[in-house]
C-alpha cells in the first residue's frame, strides 16, 4: 500500500528528471576534469545517451537503478502499488534499452553502461573516481565494445 496520496506520488514523480541527474552531473564533471570532451543528451543518437564521445566512437548511458529495473539491486524495489503499470513500464525500458544496445552493436560502436548503484552510496567521490578511472581506461584502448559498470547493490 502507498503511503502518499495519488495527488502526492504524482507529484513527486513528476520531478524526477531524465537529463541532468546527479550521477550524470558528477560522472561528465570529472570526465571533463581529465580532458575529454563529448556531447550530453544528443537527441541525434538513437536512445539519447547520456554521453556521446564521437571521436571514440563511444556512447556512455548512466541508468538509474529504479528505471531501468536493475536485477539483484538493492536500489531497484518493485513498487507494491499500480503492480500492473509498473510491470509494463519496467518491461518497455527493458527492451528499449536492449534495441539501443543491438543498434549501437550494428554500428561498431562501442558502449558504457554505468549503473546508479556503482557511485551511490558511501565514500561516493571515490567511487566516482574509480568510475571515471574505468570509462577513461576503457576509452583509451579500444578492445572492449561493451562495458557494464556496476556497484555492490548489483
Same mark, same amino acid.
Given at each position: 500500500?502507498? +503511503? %502518499? ?13 531524465? =537529463?541532468?541527474?546527479?550521477?550524470? =552531473? ?27 564521445? *564521437? ?15 536493475? &536485477?539483484?539491486?538493492?536500489?531497484? #524495489?518493485? *513498487? ?8 509494463? =513500464? ?7 534499452? &536492449?534495441? +539501443? ?10 558502449? !558504457?553502461? #554505468?549503473?546508479? !548503484? ?21 576509452? &583509451?584502448?579500444?578492445?572492449? *565494445? %561493451?562495458? #557494464? ?6
Amino acid at each position: 500500500m502507498d +503511503t %502518499l496520496s495519488p495527488e502526492d506520488r504524482h507529484r513527486n514523480m513528476a520531478l524526477i528528471r531524465s =537529463k541532468d541527474t546527479k550521477p550524470e =552531473k558528477k560522472i561528465r564533471s570529472a570526465l571533463f576534469r581529465a580532458g575529454f570532451r563529448y556531447r550530453i543528451c544528443d537527441r541525434r543518437y538513437p536512445g539519447t545517451p547520456d554521453l556521446v564521445f *564521437p571521436r571514440y566512437y563511444a556512447v556512455v548511458f548512466i541508468n538509474g537503478c529504479f528505471w531501468h529495473a536493475h &536485477e539483484n539491486c538493492r536500489y531497484f #524495489v518493485f *513498487p507494491k502499488s499500480n503492480r500492473e503499470f509498473w510491470q509494463k =513500464k519496467f518491461t518497455a525500458n527493458r527492451e528499449r534499452d &536492449e534495441r +539501443t544496445i543491438r543498434f549501437y552493436q550494428e554500428q561498431c560502436w562501442r558502449i !558504457c553502461i #554505468v549503473w546508479e !548503484c556503482a557511485i551511490r552510496g558511501k565514500h561516493g567521490r571515490a567511487k566516482i573516481e574509480h568510475v571515471t578511472n574505468q570509462i577513461i581506461a576503457w576509452l &583509451e584502448t579500444a578492445e572492449e *565494445p %561493451l562495458l #557494464v559498470i556496476t556497484g555492490q547493490g548489483g
